[in-house]
């Protein structure tokens, strides 16, 4: 039986995954050095890149021995359009606060 595909959502929720995803932004690289930046085994690590993988976070490329992983960044897209929806909820209140912060420091 084949696992249901997870949303995008939850695919970040997962702590390890948002480090790898962020050490991923910096550079490219290999299975032992994202092990070697995370608490967790090289089996735990490969499995939370094969979930990145098939969310089409990560690509791969061989190079020699190793496999070489790099952030797709494209799938990200659906979190800043959902987050969209309330940046102008966010900035009205935060352009509200400097607007008291003003009047009273004044």
């Known amino acids: 039986m084949e696992a249901a595909k997870l949303s995008i959502f939850e ?3 997962e702590p390890n995954r948002r480090t790898m995803i962020e050490l991923l ?3 490219e690289r290999s299975v032992n050095e994202l092990v070697g930046h995370l608490a967790i085994s090289q ?3 490969s499995k939370h890149l094969g979930i990145l993988k098939n969310a089409a976070l990560v690509g791969i490329r061989q190079e020699a021995q190793k496999r070489i992983y790099y952030l797709r960044p494209e799938p ?3 979190i800043d ?3 969209e929806n309330y940046r102008e909820f966010w900035s009205d209140r935060l352009d509200a606060l400097e607007d008291l912060l003003d009047k009273n420091g004044k």
């Open 43 to 45: 089996p735990a690590v």
């Open 25 to 27: 932004r910096v550079r």
């Open 76 to 78: 990200l897209r659906e």
């Open 81 to 83: 359009s959902w987050i």
């Open 11 to 13: 695919v970040i929720a």
